[in-house]
Structures are given as C-alpha cells and as structure tokens.
C-alpha cells in the first residue's frame, strides 16, 4: 500500500472532482498523518481518531465532532484500500445544537431605534445608519446583504433589491413596499448631495469619509442605540443585535400568515426564498420563536381538528 500521504491526495482528487470544495480537511488531514507518524502507527484506528479529533482543549463539542467527521470520510476511503483501517462510527461524539431563541421587536421599539440613529451626529451618518436599520426591519435581509449593496442593485424606479451571491451562494430580487422605495430614494438624494465624490463609488451605504460601511461600525452604533432605545438582548446575551431585526420581520410575517389564516405551508416556500434560506424547513424554526406564534398554530390545529370531527 502506497504512503498515507499519497492515499489523501488522491482522496481529496477524487472528492474535489465530485464537486465538494473540502476548504480545511487538507491541512487537518496532513495534521491527523502528522499525528499517526508521530505515534509510529500506519494503520487508522477509532481510538487513534478519537484522539486526534478532541485535541483541541477549551472548545465546544461541536468542533470534536466536526473533526471526527473530517476523518470518518477519509477512513471510509482507506477502508477500501486496506480493511484493516477502522472506520469511526457516526455516533462517537453526538452532538445536539442548541438553538437560540430569536428576540423579537415590537414595531415600535424599532421605530425609537431608527429615529435615534437619525439623531446622530453627523447627517451622512445619521442618515445611512437610520436607513440600514430600518431597511432590515422592513426586508429581514441579512446584516452583510444589505452593507455589499452596490447602487446598481438598488432597483428603486422597478422597486426590487438585487441581492447577489449571498449565503449558500443564492442570489435573489427583494420586492420593496412604496414606503421602503421612498426612504431608498431620501437616503439617495442626501448620500449624493453630502459625498457626491466618494471613495468606493460602487457602494450603496457610505460611512461618513466616502467609504462603504462595515459591519463592526455598525454593530458598534447598533449596540448602543438598541441599548438606548430599551431593546433587550436575547436569552444569553449581554447585546442586542442586528440579526434580531430579520428574525422580527420573519416572527410578523408568519403571525400574519397565521391571522390572515392564510396556506401556511404553502406560503413557507415563498418566505424561506425572500429570506435566502437552503430550504423551507430553516424557516419553520421561527415558530418556536415566541408564545403568539405556538399560541397561532395551536389555534389552527384545534380549528382543523374540530372540523374533521
């Protein structure tokens, strides 16, 4: 049998050319050969994985597993090579994630946070950071869709956000409400009036020396107005955040779905696309997110049961 180090290149050929991009498992695989060199072993067994998969110290379990994974794989694959090589069961270090409940914002907590940014000093400022939180109170765009706007994505005369190349490298068109068009256009009107000149001509939202803005500015100002404004951060945290604003207008539009006693299953594929989400199943995590929705859905069940009866 060919060296271990021959047998991952070949690996790591033969799943490239089925399309997987394998980012880290080279180095975390040369890292594992290392490893068994080190030890004066040739052949991989389950304890030798375990091992090298939970040496990192001061993490959380879900990296153990994720390095466990990266091995299982290649395993399989010397497995054929030569069956003395063990294949780590997929049970060996379960993991459950633990998924946060999503705070939910009143539209009037979001409009004292969107007239507080507008307070600002400096009016570029104070006129992008009031646009931004409130074009993701109204969207539910991701945080870094709305910042890599170019202002040739922002549609205004057909009324639609172009949003390219996002999570999971979907691309897709936001419809925009009269009233979300008319606050783009102020934004617009007052971005060229103060920086008609600036440094990143492309971007749609300017930090105040012409540039485009950036996350951590805007998480900055963020945390403190939403802290001003009285916005409680979630379970857990010790800040509110930006990301909040989507799941609030994905919590409002599901209650609305539920009140307007509308298909809500079929209307779950439609917002699983406006929200960029892989698939409608990442959308019905929202139903967990606070006590009207399950109050809503409990609601419909007993009226569906009742009628079949």
């Known amino acids: 049998m060919s060296t271990l180090g021959e047998a991952c290149e070949r ?16 180095n975390m695989l040369a890292d594992l050969i290392a490893y068994m060199d080190r030890a ?4 991989l067994s389950t ?6 998969a939970t040496q990192p110290t001061g993490v959380q ?22 069956p003395a090589h063990e294949i780590p069961a997929s049970d060996l270090l379960a993991y459950r994630p633990r998924c946060s409940v999503p705070q939910r914002y009143s539209s009037e907590q979001i409009a004292v946070l969107v007239k507080a940014a507008g307070s600002l000093d400096g009016p570029l400022r104070a006129a992008g950071y009031s646009t931004l939180f409130g074009l993701l109170a109204v969207t539910g765009m991701r945080v870094g869709e709305a910042l890599r706007l170019d202002r040739d994505d922002v549609e205004l005369d057909r009324g639609v956000l172009a949003v390219r190349n996002s999570k999971f490298g979907k691309s897709r068109a936001l419809p925009l409400t009269a009233s979300t068009v008319q606050a783009l256009e102020r934004y617009r009107a007052t971005r060229e009036r103060l920086c008609p000149a600036p440094s990143d001509p492309d971007a749609f939202f300017l930090a105040t020396g012409g540039a485009r803005m950036i996350y951590s500015s805007a998480r900055r100002v963020f945390v403190r107005l939403a802290s001003q404004a009285g916005l409680q951060p979630r379970l857990g945290s010790k800040h509110a955040h930006m990301h909040d604003l989507r799941h609030s207008w994905a919590i409002a539009t ?7 006693h509308a298909d809500v299953g ?3 594929p439609l917002l699983s696309g406006y929200l960029g989400h892989a698939g409608p199943e990442s959308s ?22 009742g009628e079949l009866g």
């Open 11 to 26: 690996y790591l050929q033969v799943r490239r050319a089925l399309g997987f991009k394998l980012h880290d498992h080279a």
């Open 40 to 43: 004066g072993v040739s052949v």
């Open 266 to 268: 079929a209307q779950m």
């Open 284 to 305: 019905w995590w929202y139903l967990h997110a606070t006590p009207e929705l399950l109050w809503l859905a409990e609601e419909r069940l007993e009226h569906a049961l």
């Open 47 to 52: 304890e030798l994985a375990l091992a090298w």
């Open 254 to 260: 599901l209650e609305d779905f539920y009140r307007r």
């Open 61 to 82: 379990l879900y990296r153990h597993r994720a390095r466990l994974s990266i091995v299982r794989g290649f395993a399989r694959y010397l497995h054929t090579l030569d």
